[in-house]
């Protein structure tokens, strides 16, 4: 266990130091003069780096809407199992990472401003493309960690959003502690500082609570047969998949860009660019639809209760009062739904309000963004907690059979 929080400690350090080391050549972006906003925040949460421009410049963007799209392509390519071969998902996954990587990569270029010596001597084409392979190599190398952290280390890509979010806080809390405290102000503060206990609160109550469901089961014929129960989260996703939601919308706002500087004139896009960003209420509709949409869907891809059905079919149990097979799929089909539909309007009402609040106070949308932050942060740390409570459970039981099989008591 020791070995693994040292492991994750080096490969935190290993980011940190990443995301301090500058793309060659470029000595500013547009990023960096909006970094507090609410948009960019929104984007840096998943190591969206556009303020320093560093090798780590896309973040897990990339990872993230390559695993999300991989996993709804083999739900879909197999409709009778919906299961897919692990090696052929990864060929799926790497395909489309490289994809995201290489559009977002040139999307990030355009916005760059380079050095004029550079580009005197090399020129903007020359230059786009050895930062596109920077940027590029930094990226795959920034999965390759979060891939090691989940074999060897503790929180997986946990771990780099759990930095981003800290840099983000720590950026905020320095942005307004500089401030005079008006009356205002002050008022403000308070505000927010109850409105994210709350917030944490509620987001600690959806993910630990649970839904039992009773099941018969027909092969124990005893008192216990009708003690067993098949469990549904209150929050079937937990607050952590809102990242993933997070990252596609980032990349589609990202293309929206990038098309809208190849068609200027497309009045489409340059609607799709003014009223989708976040700062605006459109903007916030759009991700909330976003948010919805996907949640759902992520919902039955990871809880998948057609094969839940199919299991307790072949274990000869059932749901009570509920027929096996098709109707015992329905029925679950539906609980599922209805828990992701409300704890979906549950975080929707406490991520909106302080935004929607936060439009009185202009200039103070990223202080509304916290109640955001610190529900992704406690998430975080919840599922961080529980994989060290079980490793460290199952360090007792493998010394344990270590033990007996040494014939020790």
């Not at 799709?272 to 459109?282: G, M, P, R, T």
Request: net charge positive; aromatic share 10%; glycine share 6%.
């Amino acid at each position: 266990m020791k070995k693994r929080i040292i492991i994750s400690l080096l490969i935190a350090t290993i980011y940190i130091l990443g995301k301090n080391i500058p793309v060659a050549f470029v000595i500013a972006d547009s990023h960096q003069l909006n970094l507090l906003n609410m948009k960019s925040i929104v984007e840096s949460m998943i190591g969206d780096d556009g303020g320093n421009a560093s090798i780590f410049l896309l973040g897990l963007s990339p990872w993230m809407n390559a695993m999300i799209l991989a996993r709804i392509i083999g739900f879909f390519m197999d409709e009778k199992s919906n299961k897919v071969a692990p090696h052929r998902m990864r060929i799926i996954t790497n395909t489309l990472m490289i994809g995201f990587t290489l559009i977002q990569a040139i999307s990030k270029v355009r916005t760059m401003k380079f050095d004029p010596l550079a580009l005197n001597s090399y020129g903007r084409l020359g230059l786009s493309l050895f930062v596109i392979c920077e940027i590029f190599a930094g990226s795959l190398f920034l999965v390759w960690l979060v891939e090691k952290n989940m074999k060897l280390g503790i929180g997986g890509p946990s771990l780099i959003i759990l930095i981003n979010i800290i840099i983000n806080i720590s950026m905020v809390i320095g942005k307004y502690s500089s401030h005079t405290f008006n009356h205002v102000g002050i008022m403000a503060y308070v505000i927010v500082f109850f409105y994210i206990l709350m917030t944490v609160a509620v987001t600690i109550i959806l993910t630990q609570s649970e839904v039992r469901i009773p099941v018969y089961k027909s092969s124990i014929h005893n008192e216990y047969a009708s003690s067993n129960y098949l469990l549904f989260k209150l929050n079937p996703l937990g607050t952590l998949p809102s990242m993933y939601i997070v990252s596609i919308y980032a990349l589609l706002i990202s293309l929206f860009h990038t098309f809208h500087e190849l068609y200027k004139e497309n009045k489409i896009l340059s609607m799709l660019v003014k009223y989708c960003d976040i700062e605006h209420l459109s903007g916030i509709l759009f991700f909330i639809s976003l948010f919805f949409l996907f949640s759902i869907i992520l919902s039955f891809i990871i809880v998948d209760p057609k094969d839940i059905a199919d299991n307790l079919l072949k274990n000869g149990d059932c749901v009570e009062n509920v027929r096996p097979g098709k109707q015992t799929k329905n029925y679950l089909n539906m609980v599922l739904l209805v828990l992701t539909v409300i704890s979906n309007i549950i975080i929707m009402i406490i991520m909106v309000t302080p935004l929607l609040v936060g439009f009185s106070f202009k200039g103070k949308t990223d202080l509304f963004s916290m109640p955001l932050t610190f529900m992704i942060l406690t998430s975080i740390v919840l599922n961080v907690k529980e994989e060290f409570d079980t490793r460290l459970l199952g360090n007792v039981y493998e010394k344990r059979l270590i033990h007996l099989e040494r014939g020790e008591k």
